[in-house]
């Protein structure tokens, strides 16, 4: 019955409004509600007076206690009508106007209602009691809580009633009541009855699940009833949670630990839920209101953070203990776990020794270290996630915390089979927050001369990817020993599979140097002693030379590029605090060195093989770049006369492996070691070797590329140099000779505004010339470099208006077209069908384009005419329909005279380019553009064509 939910006012008498409101209905519920008034008006008729809403209050109550007694048909219907008018009437009664001891006996007789009858009751009838008892709770408001501990019980029965609608309406009384209650006895008594109510409540779940039969129906079905009170208690305490105190919380989080550690895995999955929403309920406490509010206080903070805190110890070992039970289990643990060691500001206090912080992590240590004791085989991946978050968390106080923990998981390492990545990583996490110092004296790495065997080497690999922000002298006085030990001790054995597990392990032990140089703390200080250590090894061109000369090029580019170190989102590393003023100091460092270091690397890289050569080459490049312009002079004319005066078997070669050198320093260099270098290129350049010529060519494009000033000092008389050269035969100095034309010809049109650019005619000439003579291979080395020259000269012509350099570009490829020579003509077309495949938006920009090529169909030459056919085909397969359309009439009258040309293919051709138009501006519009004469041709080619190849239209 749902009047209740229907104000009304205490201006007028409360009988004359229902049966005006309600005389007319035909539903049952309002025939009896209009029954009780018409009774209560007879009866103040009758009295000659009028009645309060206090009035009616004493009556309801009377009639109620005696229709409790009255054992008939109709008791039921009577009930749900007296019920839902004192529902009705409550709210109009004045506050602190009902005595306490009528108040008890009004919420007995509710009370005795609803536990003798309510199950007889229609829902609606039960709500309507609820309610009666909820507004007399909040009314009676006492010290005195017998009677409120009573309703409160009763209420609390209800709220996990398995009937949905009378459940929801229980609780939001028990919560509107618990907010109601003023006097702090009365909040306690309530707080304790909704405790005992949970304790019950789980204690009869976990009794159950334990004794359930393993062939009993029966018990299944009282397991599956209790299992549902339960998680009908714990949507009550979510919606307590705001009004409950913190002692009352901690008791009921001593229950949780109970049906945390049951076999029943869905009882615990369903307290791991409720634990989950407790945190969440205190983070939210932590935080402020998004409504203005005063500004929390030092000591309120203080407060949050204990409230928050006290809770955690309690716990933390059950959770942990859920980690190796069942997987959907151990994960939400997981997540639990990890959520708690995130919120809890951990690392602050934790050097506190006897702090709250410290116990909890000492707790949460032991429980973890307890989960890893008793696990059978490597621990799920779900513990180490845990693990390595605290190992996160407590940063370098971790080494005092979790020693024991990183030997357990050491333990694993050395017995465990299989994929072992997530042990890795959360050994990882520990080598990070530690450091490998640490890290190290916990677990050290040796090996037994004697009886061959070793000891942790399996950390070596996880050091080489985990190690950050350590001591360059700590590698240079525990690990290169370690090394050395390991590369003597394999000279000393004659046994080959345990030699090379030696050398292995000594390789590993250098391959950390990189580890090492990811941002040292002590480099500023300890580069030099390294430096010293390094150059002994790199000239003998030891089986260590590559790590060397990796980890260089990292400690260099790491301080060159400082500002993005933290840039890298998918690292496992720490984000770095590194600033301008470690990087110069750390840069400085290798500047004081950098020219022993460069030195040592250019005299072995004439020596060292092929594969070697190109990471010795690179860390050239990186050296040169903190060594002194004329440091690199120095060392360059020493390598050319040190190699060049070599007998002339050798020269050529050794010239070659000068050029390579040549290229490493141009990304450091000034105007005058350019000149140097240049001068050596153009000598090399002018020699008749292939080879010498290719990496001429190569080393030429890097200046170009690098250095603005040589290319703008240097144009003219490097253009003579060039056109003087033949073009190579060999396809890879022809790329990196058109390399270096793409550049210039990019700047000789962005140098000349006004007059004709001699140069970039003559570059155009040779890559037109070469597309229409040369072989496939040459040809696609010319198209490549027009694409990327256009698409260069694009970005740089922000407008499409006249003299911009792109329309320059446009302008000289089509001034061939108008050439003598058939082949410089062809070429022509073809550059600009390349172009036209890379940017359909030329045809808009030139618009005379499409009609002077079309032209050249009248040209009696058929290397020309394949020319322009292949033109017109890569046109309309570029150009959107609407595009082509403006097009369509002048192709149609150039093309379709060829179409009766069978020879070379032109026939074909011509097919093949009607057709597409056909299909892109469809075939009526095309036919009406048609003259008469070709009309055969186009119904012999419509019936002709059943398929349409799908390689011309990709």
Request: hydrophobic fraction near 40%; glycine fraction near 2%; aromatic fraction near 8%.
């Amino acid at each position: 019955m749902e009047e209740s939910t229907i104000s009304f006012t205490g201006e007028s008498d409360i009988c004359q409004q229902l049966l005006h409101r309600y005389s007319k209905s035909i539903a049952p519920q309002h025939f009896h509600l209009c029954a009780i008034a018409s009774a209560f008006l007879s009866t103040a008729q009758s009295e000659s007076r009028s009645l309060t809403p206090l009035d009616y209050y004493y009556a309801t109550i009377d009639a109620l206690l005696d229709s409790s007694k009255t054992d008939n048909n109709d008791a039921d219907d009577v009930v749900s009508a007296l019920s839902s008018f004192l529902a009705l009437v409550l709210p109009l009664v004045p506050k602190k106007s009902i005595d306490m001891s009528t108040a008890a006996r009004a919420v007995e007789i509710v009370v005795n209602l609803l536990d003798n009858s309510c199950q007889g009751l229609q829902v609606s009838r039960v709500r309507a009691l609820l309610k009666c008892l909820g507004l007399l709770l909040e009314l009676c408001n006492s010290a005195d809580s017998k009677f409120v501990q009573l309703g409160f019980q009763t209420l609390i029965k209800h709220a996990i009633d398995k009937r949905p609608k009378v459940r929801k309406c229980a609780q939001d009384r028990v919560v509107k009541v618990f907010k109601s209650f003023q006097s702090p006895v009365v909040k306690n008594s309530a707080s304790k009855l909704v405790l005992k109510s949970f304790k019950t409540c789980m204690s009869s779940a976990i009794k159950t699940v334990g004794s359930r039969s393993a062939d009993g129906s029966k018990d299944d079905l009282v397991s599956k009833c209790k299992h549902l009170e339960v998680l009908r208690m714990f949507d009550l305490l979510k919606i307590l949670l705001p009004c409950l105190p913190s002692e009352v919380i901690s008791k009921a989080i001593v229950e949780l630990q109970k049906s945390l550690s049951t076999k029943f895995s869905l009882l615990a999955m369903h307290a791991l839920d409720f634990m989950e929403e407790i945190l969440r309920f205190f983070e939210s406490e932590s935080e402020p209101e998004p409504e203005p509010e005063p500004e929390l206080t030092m000591s309120d903070k203080v407060k949050i953070v204990k409230k928050w805190n006290c809770h955690y110890s309690l716990v933390i070992g059950s959770i942990a203990g859920l980690l190796k039970t069942s997987e959907a289990t151990a994960i939400r643990a997981s997540n639990i776990l990890k959520e708690m060691i995130n919120r809890v500001d951990l690392y602050e206090h934790v050097d506190t020794d006897g702090s709250k912080e410290s116990r909890i992590v000492k707790s949460l240590c032991d429980a973890l270290l307890e989960v890893l004791s008793t696990q059978k085989g490597t621990p799920n991946e779900h513990s180490l996630a845990v693990i390595s978050d605290l190992f996160r968390e407590l940063w370098e106080y971790s080494h005092t915390y979790m020693g024991n923990i990183l030997l357990k998981l050491a333990s694993f390492m050395t017995t465990a089979s299989g994929d072992v990545k997530h042990l890795q990583e959360c050994i990882g996490s520990a080598i990070i927050v530690m450091g490998p110092v640490k890290a190290l004296a916990l677990l050290p790495i040796s090996h037994d001369a004697d009886d061959l065997t070793f000891s942790n080497t399996w950390l070596i690999p996880i050091l080489k990817e985990y190690t950050c922000r350590s001591y360059l002298e700590f590698f240079i006085q525990s690990i290169v020993p370690l090394a050395e030990s390991f590369r003597e001790a394999s000279q000393k054995v004659k046994r080959s599979e345990i030699r090379e597990e030696l050398q292995s392990h000594a390789r590993g032990c250098w391959g950390l140097l990189l580890a090492f140089c990811r941002q040292p703390i002590d480099m500023h200080e300890t580069f030099g002693s390294l430096a010293k250590l390094l150059i002994s090894y790199i000239e003998k061109d030891a089986y260590m030379l590559e790590d060397i000369a990796i980890a260089l090029q990292h400690l260099v580019n790491d301080n060159k590029n400082w500002s993005s170190l933290d840039d890298d989102q998918t690292s496992k590393l720490p984000r770095i605090d590194y600033d301008k003023k470690i990087a110069t100091r750390n840069i400085k460092a290798l500047s004081s060195c950098s020219e022993e270091l460069l030195m040592a690397f250019t005299q072995v890289f004439f020596q060292v093989s092929p594969m070697k050569r190109a990471f010795v080459k690179d860390t050239i490049g990186c050296l040169a770049l903190v060594t002194e312009y004329s440091t690199i002079k120095v060392i360059f004319i020493s390598s050319l006369k040190l190699n060049v005066s070599v007998e002339k078997i050798r020269v050529d070669a050794n010239m070659c492996l000068l050029l390579e050198l040549a290229s490493s320093f141009v990304g450091a260099t000034s105007i005058d070691p350019t000149d140097l270098i240049y001068d050596f290129i153009k000598d090399c350049l002018q020699e008749e070797n292939d080879n010498l010529q290719s990496e001429a060519y190569a080393t030429l494009y890097k200046i170009l590329e690098e250095c603005f000033e040589f290319k703008s000092s240097k144009f003219e008389q490097l253009m003579d140099l060039l056109l003087d050269l033949k073009s190579p035969v060999d396809i890879i100095s022809l790329r990196r000779r058109f390399s270096c034309f793409k550049i210039l010809l990019v700047h000789s049109i962005e140098i000349t505004r006004d007059g004709e650019n001699t140069y970039g005619v003559h570059m155009l000439n040779e890559i037109i010339v070469t597309i229409a003579d040369s072989k496939e291979e040459s040809r696609k080395v010319a198209h490549d470099v027009l694409r990327k020259t256009s698409s260069i000269l694009k970005k740089t012509s922000l407008s499409k208006r006249k003299r911009a350099p792109y329309y320059e570009f446009i302008t000289m490829i089509m001034g061939y077209i108008s050439g003598s020579s058939p082949c410089i003509k062809s070429g022509a077309v073809s550059a600009l069908s390349v172009l036209i495949s890379n940017d359909s938006e030329i045809c808009h920009l030139m618009p005379d384009l499409v009609s002077e090529i079309l032209e050249l169909l009248d040209s009696e030459d058929i290397q020309v005419t394949k020319a322009v056919l292949g033109f017109l085909k890569m046109l309309v397969l570029s150009l959107q329909a609407r595009d082509l359309q403006k097009f369509l009439s002048d192709i149609l009258e150039e093309l379709l005279p060829w179409s009766s040309i069978s020879q070379h293919h032109i026939k074909s051709e011509v097919t093949l380019i009607f057709e597409i138009m056909m299909r892109k501006c469809g075939s009526a519009l095309v036919k009406s553009l048609v003259p008469e004469k070709y009309r055969d041709f186009v119904d012999n080619d419509r019936k002709g064509k059943t398929s349409f190849p799908e390689d011309v239209m990709s």
